[in-house]
T-cell receptor, first 114, second 112 residues
């Protein structure tokens, strides 16, 4: 158990819908990262927040957005869902704002878009 | 285009064998290279290599960064069935803030 929690574990929804994935980092970690893992694309970095502020952006679609709240938990919002958005979404946390130190991954949320 | 390429894509070995996994990268403003192990669930961190730390070792696992060749290898000696997993290589680089790009992974299967 990494100490990073993600909810829900599984999510099944329809195309065009909007969903919110939630992540609570390890106690004391200030940085949260979101990743998408699909069979064909592998693990893709989406976005990073550090202490409430956006720090870095990867391959995040405009239909996706994220935020980190004062209590440091983070939410990833996915809207206008498409079949291709079906994937495993991981959240990771670290103490600092760089992967120069270890990132701890949560168990993931499996999203299925029908 | 920034990219990270891992090879081989998959590998099947017998217990006790030694394996070498490869990772090559093309990024601007390289910062660090990381190795992760992913079993059925989330990736777990193995090593981080930077310009100031180009070789790491932990038990039967070791990794070397070759900044000239823009590559890294992950060695696993005396493999065990518990080493069966997907091994992911990721590179951190500066892109208006830090960014991280992963390779597609090497799937290692160790048979008894």
């Amino acid at each position: 158990d990494s100490g990073v929690t993600q909810t829900p574990k599984h999510l099944i929804t329809a195309t065009g819908q909007r969903v919110t994935l939630r992540c609570s980092p390890r106690s004391g970690d200030l940085s949260v990262y979101w990743y998408q893992q699909s069979l064909d694309q592998g693990l893709q970095f989406l976005i990073q927040y550090y202490n409430g502020e956006e720090r870095a952006k990867g391959n995040i679609l405009e239909r996706f957005s994220a935020q980190q709240f004062p209590d440091l938990h983070s939410e990833l919002n996915l809207s206008s869902l498409e079949l291709g958005d079906s994937a495993l979404y991981f959240c990771a946390s670290s103490f600092r704002d760089s992967p120069y130190n270890e990132q701890f991954f949560g168990p993931g949320t499996r999203l299925t878009v029908l | 285009e920034d990219k990270v390429v891992q090879s081989p894509l998959s590998l099947v070995v017998h217990e006790g064998d030694t394996v070498t996994l490869n990772c090559s990268y093309e990024v601007t403003n390289f910062r660090s290279l990381l190795w992760y192990k992913q079993e059925k669930k989330a990736p777990t961190f193995l090593f981080m290599l930077t310009s100031s730390g180009i070789e790491k070792k932990s038990g039967r696992l070791s990794s070397i960064l070759d900044k000239k060749e823009l590559s890294s290898i992950l060695n696993i000696t005396a493999t065990q069935t518990g080493d069966s997993a997907i091994y992911l290589c990721a590179v951190e680089f500066d892109q208006a803030g830090t960014a991280l790009i992963f390779g597609k992974g090497t799937t290692l299967s160790v048979s008894s």
